[in-house]
């Protein structure tokens, strides 16, 4: 029996290229198991955006490394293998397989290739105008599902990886996309989340010729759905008419993470992010003048190379203007390739982590204030799971925040699963900086 074993690293895009990479090996008569120990073939999904997640996945390969004379057959997928490419097998020379995202469509020659007992097997072309898409995802959440519309990106942050190791921006058409949409609804899946490094610079390649705002609303027009989230925003590419499109139907919910990494017009463009403080304060402005109460939330990097104390200060008057819902918060971190490697003035480690530990105080303070502000309303929540510790159900709102919640008349469900995949009203009784807490709101009478 063929078995393997797919761990997983990074963003969502990597979660959905592993649920396309499993429904490929399922669909080729591989088995998944649980554990690395009882596979024969065992991948690593991987993510480079940072210096850390990149040595975590050659720690993981370290620690297999003598099971590779027993048979085991290994593979770095995804970003970490399109950056090292070949010398991987160098590093790491129990391993086989090197493959890219923009290759997994080529997935089933490689897995022929291993099987014949090829030991440096690649994939790392990025020239193609091809978008991974398959028709053997297996996915991984009954209820959700992730649409890829765009993959690649043609912008040039001075910091970031992602344009080397994705390849350039290429978008599926818009019919392909609803197409999938529909046929999932039908599925019964009732959330969709539709995802791309820039999925807002989504441009139909097709006679259609729909931008991402109009794709946004005819994904919300479908059948049987009841949610659309989309990731990630690029300020340079947020137009209104995403607002617009979110004010005017309520299926898309209420959330937009929109990355603006620096509060400081002056890093920015080092940063190369081809926009300024004030044109990224003009979308908030839009989200927060709209009609629904929209949810955002950001990222924002601290210690970039010559950020002073006066741009770091600049950062945090943003974040405390802005008011985000949630916030991640990275240090610095120097990426093969990128531009930033030739600036000077590169911030002591120390630096950095007070500045990361000083925002993250004043955004917690944020955190508690706002979320304080949802007690005593009822928020609908679509059920994701259930916590045995606790005794709580846990949910999550059109806005993103995890709602846990009790329900007292129900008694603790054997699989944990009684309840997921519904969507509840719950009354908010309690609050903290990362989650709200409740429980299940009477039904209204019948009328």
């Known amino acids: 029996m063929k078995t393997f074993y797919i761990e997983t690293f990074g963003c969502q895009m990597n979660a959905h290229d592993s649920e396309k990479v499993v429904g490929t090996l399922l669909e080729k008569g591989y088995t998944q198991v649980e554990e690395p120990g009882q596979a024969h073939l065992v991948l690593y999904n991987t993510c480079s955006i940072r210096d850390k997640a990149e040595q975590k996945v050659f720690s993981r390969l370290q620690q297999f490394k003598r099971e590779a004379g027993r048979g085991k057959v290994f593979g770095v997928l995804g970003c970490v293998a399109q950056q090292e490419g070949e010398r991987i097998f160098d590093r790491a020379p129990h391993v086989s397989l090197v493959a890219g995202s923009a290759s997994y469509t080529r997935l089933p020659d490689m897995l022929v290739q291993l099987e014949a007992g090829n030991r440096r097997v690649t994939g790392l072309d990025l020239n193609t105008t091809e978008t991974f898409d398959t028709p053997f995802t297996r996915r991984d959440n009954p209820h959700r599902a992730y649409i890829t519309i765009i993959e690649g990106c043609d912008k040039a942050c001075a910091y970031c990886v992602v344009p080397f190791t994705r390849g350039p921006e290429r978008s599926r058409t818009s019919e392909s996309v609803i197409r ?14 539709l995802l791309g490094q820039n999925v807002n610079s989504y441009r139909d390649p097709s006679h259609a010729g729909w931008d991402f705002a109009r794709l946004l609303a005819e994904t919300g027009k479908i059948p049987g759905i009841r949610r659309v989230r989309f990731t990630t925003s690029h300020p340079r590419d947020f137009v209104r008419p995403i607002v617009q499109a979110i004010d005017e139907n309520e299926l898309l919910c209420d959330h937009v993470h929109l990355p603006v990494q620096s509060g400081s017009s002056e890093v920015l463009s080092r ?6 403080r004030d044109e990224y304060m003009r979308r908030i402005e839009w989200i927060k003048n709209a009609r629904r109460d929209i949810a955002i939330t950001t990222d924002i990097i601290v210690g970039f190379p010559g950020e002073t104390e006066a741009e770091f200060e600049a950062t945090l008057r943003l974040a405390e203007e802005v008011e985000y819902d949630s916030m991640f ?8 390739k990128t531009s930033a490697l030739q600036y000077e003035d590169h911030i002591p480690e120390e630096e950095k982590t007070r500045r990361l530990m000083v925002l993250q105080e004043r955004q917690r303070a944020t955190q508690l204030r706002r979320n304080a502000a949802y007690i005593g309303t009822v928020q609908e929540v679509h059920v994701e799971g259930y916590n045995l510790a606790t005794r709580q159900w846990i949910g999550r709102t059109t806005q993103n925040k995890t709602l846990n919640f009790y329900e007292p008349d129900l008694p603790v469900p054997a699989d944990g699963k009684t309840l997921v995949g519904q969507y509840l009203d719950v009354l908010v009784t309690r609050s903290g900086p990362n989650s709200l807490a409740g429980e299940r709101a009477a039904s209204p009478p019948v009328q």
């Open 180 to 193: 999938e949409a529909r046929s999932l609804a039908e599925l019964g899946y009732t959330e969709i989340q």
């Open 271 to 276: 940063m190369q992010r081809l926009y300024t």
């Open 329 to 336: 918060i990275f240090k610095y971190s120097k990426r093969p």
